[in-house]
């Protein structure tokens, strides 16, 4: 993950880039898909840096961001694909987190994997604004706990906690996150499908 001293830049790129994409994913989809290809590249490259190596972990930052970026916007049907996938995952952990202190069972997370990226190709528009509402819901919560200062927002943004990155997973503390995040990507998902997803995507 990048240096503290790029927390600021990089929480404000999180808000504005979750507000784009819970209030008007659908509509401007290439451009969410690019942020948030920039952002899983961005991540994804500097975590193999040293901690130390401050250049190294910018430069691998950018240059993973600019690669995730093109993959994401390039690879149009596998992004609504995966937001698929990854709603069915959502749905199987929400689901088995109700009774169960365990995690679901890999084959049924897969399973409903798969029927969630077959049915994002068969319903684009509703998951292309379900899933971009509630991805950019979470990342705007993220992004606004670090910008305000959340110790532990900004810390997560630089050590990679799972919670910033797993809705259901929050700090300890903030129980209402969840709850926050829901009513959010409602919000968002209400607003595509009434005024800004009837549009023509760009």
Not at 86 to 113: K, M, R
Not at 142 to 167: K, N, Q, T
Request: aromatic share 8%.
């Amino acid at each position: 993950m990048l240096p503290h001293a790029y927390d600021l830049p990089v929480a404000i790129l999180l808000l504005l880039g979750g507000a784009l994409a819970c209030f008007a994913g659908y509509r401007l989809l290439r451009i969410v898909l690019a942020i948030y290809g920039f952002i899983l590249g961005a991540m994804l490259a500097s975590s193999v840096m040293g901690i130390s190596n401050t250049i190294g972990m910018v430069l691998a930052a950018i240059v993973g961001g600019l690669v995730g970026a093109a993959i994401l916007t390039f690879a149009y049907f596998v992004g609504v694909a995966l937001v698929g996938a990854g709603l069915g995952a959502l749905v199987v952990h929400v689901g088995w987190s109700q009774g169960a202190t365990t995690d679901p069972p890999a084959l049924l997370v897969i399973l409903l994997s798969v029927a969630g990226a077959v049915g994002a190709m068969l319903l684009q528009r509703y998951v292309i604004i379900a899933g971009t509402a509630f991805g950019g819901a979470w990342t705007m919560i993220v992004g606004a706990f670090a910008l305000l200062g959340d110790r532990g927002a900004a810390r997560a943004l630089s050590s990679g906690e799972v919670w910033i990155l797993y809705p259901l997973t929050p700090a300890p503390g903030q129980r209402w996150v969840p709850v926050a995040w829901i009513v959010l990507g409602l919000i968002g998902t209400a607003l595509q499908l009434g005024v800004t997803g009837t549009g023509k995507k760009r």
